[in-house]
Each structure stands twice: as C-alpha cells, then as structure tokens.
C-alpha cells in the first residue's frame, strides 16, 4: 500500500481520537507508507503503516524507543498510539512530536545543488558520533528489512558478485534512514523518522547520505570530506557498497541519475576491499 495514493481520513479521524488532538488536514504529507500532520495543540503527528508480518519481525516503536538517545538533534516524542487494522493485516502507530525547527532539505534523492552552512554540517557531525557513541539491543532497519550480515553479503553480491569480502567488523547504532528527506535545512539540522534506528554496521548513514548526494558531485564530495572517518573505514566501504547495490541491482531504477557514478565508485571499492 502507497500512503500518497490512498485515502487516508479514516486514519486520521482515528488519530485524533486517540490522541485526542485535531489535525489540520491541509497540513499532511503523504509519503510511501508514512503520512504526517500538524496538530491543534502546535505538534507534530507522524503515522505508519507497518503490515503485520513486518511488525513481528522488526518490532515497534521506534520513534519511542529514540527519546533515550542524547546529544543528537532530533524532534522531542511526547506520545504516541498503536492499534491493528485487521481488515487489511496492518499495524498502526501514531506518534506525536515537536515540530521540527525547519523545512526538509530536500526529496530523499538530490538531482541539483544546494549550499548548506558550515554550522549545519558541524551539528550533522555532533549528531552522528553522539548516536554511534550509545546502544540499543534494536537492530535497524533499513528500507524495513532487518540489517544481518547476510542481508549485506546477499544485496552486495546480487550488484556485484565479484565482490568477495563483505564481512562487517563494528556495529554502532544508525538512524537507517539518513536522506535529504528526513533532515531539516539549510537553517537548523535535525534529523527525523526514527522508525528504523538501532544496531547496523559502523558507517551505514554517512553512505546512505553519500549516495543520496552522488548525482550533484559537489554535494557528494561535501559529504565524503565530512564524513572522511567513517566512510573511509572498512566498515565504512563495505557500507558504501551495499548502498551503491541498491542503487544499480537488479530491482533499480534504470533511470536513476546515480547509477554510472555508482558504477565507477563500486569498480574502486571492490578493488580496495579485495582480501590480500
């Protein structure tokens, strides 16, 4: 189910029982399975559609389980609400939170330029070593699949099965989840949509951001030099990899403006990570 191409009210009106809030219907924004609104008491709701067999496999309340997280610029969670929708096998989870303090920087894929303050790359920087600082038994979840090693041996080699070391040293807690869609700028940073946080390998969201940024090379270059130390670590290539797998495997988008960038860059980590 596409949350942007379905009717929605019926969700709504259920949050707003719940949570005992109005929401202002000409503030959602529908995303693939999330959608998001203002509400009368100057928040923020943010609801998910999880199918059933999906819940049971990742768990719950991710957004929640963040509120222990310190040092990173995030949304304050001060409720939420959970319920099944048996008629189409869902879980539903609203969760209420500050209003962030700016507007997205951008689509979760960037094709143009933008020019982002050395004060907002500093905070982004605060921000990652402070959550990879701390632990959670969660395991992330990113593009809502359990991250495991084999998952990252499995989606390397259907892109590249030349590809012959995968293995993952250091584990560290990621947001799973890191685009231009889910950071506010050019103003203050914040980072938000918490769902997929915990356990992943060391250097996942500096290679998530890089390969959002790959198809304004400036931009990819800016995020490289920032985040050198983590994408420059073994962990950190293996990472760049498995995302670079997702841009140009089997199920891509052809179209993908990221795609021969990715190309060229796997060709190079694939030669770096050679055993020996």
Known sequence: MDLRQEPVDHVLDEVE?????????????????????????????RIER???ARAREQGWGGVEAAVVLTGVAMPRWSGSA???????QAI???????????????TAVLAVGLELPGT?????????????????????????????QKLVGDTIGAAFPEAQDTR??????AHADLNWANVTGPGEFCMFDWEDWGMAPR????????????????????????RQADLESRDGMVMRLFVLAKIVGPHANPKDPRAEPARREAAQLIHALQPG
């Open 17 to 45: 029982q719940r949570l005992g809030t109005g929401l202002d219907r000409t503030s959602v924004v529908g995303k693939r399975r999330t959608v998001g609104a203002r509400t009368d008491r100057g928040s923020w709701v």
């Open 50 to 52: 999880r199918p059933w």
């Open 82 to 88: 959970t319920w099944q929708d048996p008629g189409d």
């Open 92 to 106: 539903w989870q609203a969760d209420e939170t500050s209003l962030l303090p700016g507007s997205p920087v951008g």
């Open 120 to 148: 907002w790359w500093r905070s982004l920087n605060a921000s990652l070593t402070a959550l990879a600082d701390q632990r959670t038994v969660r395991v992330a979840t990113p593009d809502t699949e359990q991250i495991t």
């Open 168 to 173: 993952v040293e250091r584990w560290c807690p």
């Open 203 to 226: 250097g996942l969201d500096s290679a998530s951001l890089y390969a959002a940024s790959l198809a304004v090379p400036a931009l990819a270059d800016r995020v490289r030099r920032e």
